[in-house]
């Protein structure tokens, strides 16, 4: 039997301009740039990370930035929404904060009002990617970024969870629920509810089924992939066996430097990776300088001067000037 999934380990998007994504996710939603760092596989392209004080798991969401890069189609086969918890009674907060910075809330009551019996808000960032703050009970005791404007009563407290939308349901019901030990847990409409049974951030999967969705384009505004956290490599080797075992074509575990990760496609076409809690991001960094230099990896190191030329230069928060 395989150690279970707690929950989420982190989210990865792809934006347009990354000085645009820093300052709206920094400064805006107050989370705390925990990484500056490049995509491993194209380094010609930042890969951001954003999270709580830490980037504890369940808490941290990342970006590939390729300016200039064409916008995504929502579709099947994507994660549609990405939702952040946070304490009861924040919404009147967040909706005079994210209007006030000329953000665009979605007033549709099918998709802010109310789901599950929660709370909720929706709303879309500079590229067109969707997020949502859940009013969570017990989110006021999870750990937050406390070096950001937003007041302690209303921070961003890690993820509620992620809705994937789907063509069919069968597939990815069986799926989660038979193969990855998720709980099938309620349903509101069109929107199935799975959790991993866990009170810890990101622990809820959402599906939204409509099987007249056309196939999605993941492009600038759209969630490339979320990963599942394992608590260490002995783990992760386990549940890559258990998924090849039953048919699924999965990657070699990979190096990410702050975790190892292994990729895979669930039924209805959505990117899932599973990744280890450790070695975390204070591997190359003080827990006190983090996201404040841009951080290589080892075997892009030598390659640092060219690669430094081939980015933008981005402003980071509490930093002068900085690459």
Do not use: C
Not at 103 to 117: E, H, I, K, M, Y
Not at 250 to 264: E, K, M, N
């Amino acid at each position: 039997m395989n150690p279970p999934i707690p929950g989420i380990h982190h989210v990865t998007a792809i934006a347009s301009d990354p000085q645009q994504n820093i300052d709206f996710y920094t400064g805006v939603l107050g989370l705390r740039l925990v990484k500056l760092t490049v995509n491993f596989d194209d380094p010609r392209a930042y890969h951001l990370y954003y999270g709580d004080g830490t980037g504890d798991p369940g808490t941290v969401l990342t970006f590939f930035s390729w300016p200039g890069a064409r916008r995504g189609q929502p579709g099947a086969g994507q994660i549609g929404i990405t939702s952040f918890a946070v304490p009861p009674d924040s919404l009147p907060y967040w909706r005079h904060r994210l209007s006030a910075a000329g953000v665009r809330l979605d007033t549709d009551l099918t998709a802010s009002g109310d789901r599950f019996g929660q709370r909720i808000l929706t709303f879309q960032d500079h590229d067109g990617m969707t997020l949502e703050l859940v009013e969570v009970e017990g989110a006021a005791e999870r750990p937050f970024w406390q070096g950001a404007e937003v007041p302690a009563p209303h921070a961003l407290r890690g993820f509620q969870g992620v809705t994937l939308e789907e063509e069919g349901f069968e597939a990815t019901r069986h799926f989660l629920t038979d193969v990855m030990g998720f709980a099938q847990a309620g349903e509101d409409g069109q929107v199935f509810r799975f959790t991993t049974g866990d009170d810890v951030p990101g622990s809820v999967i959402d599906v939204r089924t409509a099987p007249s969705l056309l196939p999605g384009r993941i492009a600038v505004g759209s969630v490339h992939h979320v990963a599942w956290r394992v608590p260490d490599d002995s783990a992760q080797v386990a549940w890559r066996d258990m998924l090849v075992s039953a048919g699924l074509n999965v990657t070699p575990v990979l190096d990410r430097q702050y975790f190892h990760s292994i990729y895979f496609n669930e039924p209805g076409g959505v990117i899932f990776e599973i990744a280890t809690d450790p070695p975390g991001f204070t591997t190359d960094e003080s827990l006190e300088t983090l996201g404040s230099h841009l951080k290589l990896p080892p075997w892009l190191e030598p390659r640092r001067d060219l690669i430094e030329r081939s980015l933008p230069p981005v402003r980071l928060p509490g930093v002068p000037s900085a690459r």
